[in-house]
């Protein structure tokens, strides 16, 4: 049996909405997983295939082997095909799609094996929050469009955490683009940046940001820049992140509703008019790829 997911890109947080809001992005990943007698061939191609293991270690790997697993089959063997189009460690959720991908290609060996068997969204969105440890790029590559995630914890010791979120639909004339530097950014080096505690106005100001930027997306994009404002986080990372930080001040001081995607470095800007050319002039002069994207839906299998 063979089958192909198509999985999207992501952006999590949107400004205020730390670990919790996120986006499809409109571009793809395809891992194609054929099954076989015995063993188990990895072949990676695009972004990523000098640096991630061939092996029985890779995240889409243990992904596919996680969704069998709770499905209740399991396969002799897999050859295994990863089309990487979503740059690595830039803020777009590079591993959160891995995780769904290979996850949603086993759900789609199983769905031929016998339907009843298959795992639903919110069985995906728990799988592949597991993997990433918060839902918000995960759940978007799952659900698509823009979403609201959360996490819940356990009331034992033994049980996993409890993941969820639902999708949002996005308002159709909210427009998306990303600027893409070459540099590369650790996610685990920038949350180091976080202090452990904020100050309750903090908290308070990004709770009330977070709330209205789900008004801003599905109704009201004119209140999409007071809606992209973040005080817990993104001033937080600005000294591992120079050029992004820059960048998101020169859009805003535009009237663009520009944040840092994820963890960095890549620049969102959510906006409902073209992009200004001297902006793109000015960002591909220093080596930004200045991308437009879609709103995605989330995963398919085919």
Request: aromatic share 2%; hydrophobic share 45%.
């Given at each position: ?204 100001f990004n709770v ?47 009237g663009i509703a ?15 008019e073209p992009f ?27």
């Open positions: 049996m063979t089958v192909t997911a198509r999985v999207p890109a992501s952006t999590a947080n949107l400004g205020p909405g730390f670990d919790t809001l996120g986006m499809a992005l409109g571009l793809y990943d395809e891992i194609t997983v054929t099954t076989t007698e015995s063993g188990l061939t990895v072949r990676v191609e695009g972004q990523g295939a000098e640096d991630v293991p061939w092996g029985p270690s890779h995240l889409v790997v243990r992904a596919i082997e996680r969704g069998l697993e709770a499905a209740g089959v399991w396969a002799g063997g897999l050859d295994v095909v990863c089309r990487n189009v979503i740059p690595h460690s830039r803020g777009l959720g590079s591993s959160a799609s891995a995780a769904v991908g290979g996850l949603a290609a086993a759900n789609g060996l199983v769905a031929r094996l016998d339907p009843s068997l298959t795992l639903s969204d919110a069985q995906l969105v728990q799988l592949s929050s597991e993997f990433e440890g918060h839902p918000d790029n995960a759940s978007a590559s799952v659900l698509g469009g823009a979403v609201v995630s959360w996490s819940e914890d356990p009331a034992d010791e033994v049980s996993p955490r409890r993941y969820g979120a639902v999708r949002l639909t996005v308002h159709p004339s909210i427009r998306v683009v990303v600027l893409v530097p070459e540099e590369r950014s650790a996610t685990a080096h920038t949350r180091g940046l976080l202090p452990e505690r904020v100050p309750h106005a903090d908290a308070a009330s940001r977070g709330a209205l930027a789900v008004v801003a997306l599905t109704s009201r994009p004119d209140l999409l820049l007071t809606a992209t404002e973040d005080r817990l986080h993104q001033g937080q990372r600005a000294s591992a992140l120079p050029v992004t930080t820059r960048w998101v001040s020169a859009l805003r001081e535009r520009a944040v840092v995607s994820g963890a960095g470095p890549t620049v969102l800007a959510l906006t409902t200004p050319a001297d902006l793109r002039t000015a960002a591909e002069a220093e080596g930004l790829r200045v991308l437009d994207l879609d709103v995605a839906d989330g995963v398919r299998v085919s």
